[in-house]
């Protein structure tokens, strides 16, 4: 599929099959990740990749708004120096990558919030997570369980040609 045909179709999926999703995609979706653009190309991330259920458990356990975690065949929790003026930009640069990688491998995603939340220090300090990281997203992933259609704003809404 284009990639074009790839970013209109992708959607929030939130209920996933059984079936786990190999060693090898999932390193290459963050392989995506680790591509993306980055302010002065710092490349300030890490990405924990999580598949086992106790610990999908354990997230789902501790955010607001992605209990379906727990059902997910991985997640991957995207974080990024603090030191790092353009962290939070280029977190997102890096989850958006994935997703559409994701997308790409006919896998499933949800961007979970993840910045300036009240969980990221259980989460942290759980993973082992380093003290210079902030964590900026959580990504559910799996196959998936539904087909969600999402009502978009049409493009006349929102483009702006030469001015407003
Ligand atoms: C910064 C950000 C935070 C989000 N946080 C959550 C979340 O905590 N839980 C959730 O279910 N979806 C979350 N989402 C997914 C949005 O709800 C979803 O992208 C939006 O409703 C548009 O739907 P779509 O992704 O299907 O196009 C988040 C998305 C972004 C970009």
Redesign the pocket.
Known sequence: MKTTDILKK???V?RYTDKPISRDILEDIVDCGRLAPSGNNAQPWHFLVVTKKEELKFISDK????K?IKDAAACVIVFCEKSNRHHLEDG?AATENMIIAAASYGIGT????G?NRTYEEGIKEHFRVPENLRMI?IISMGYPAEE?H?Q?KNLKEVLHWESF
């Open positions: 992708r959607r929030s939130r955010v607001t708004y992605g379906f997102a949800c961007w979970v919030a910045y997203s969600p999402k978009k």
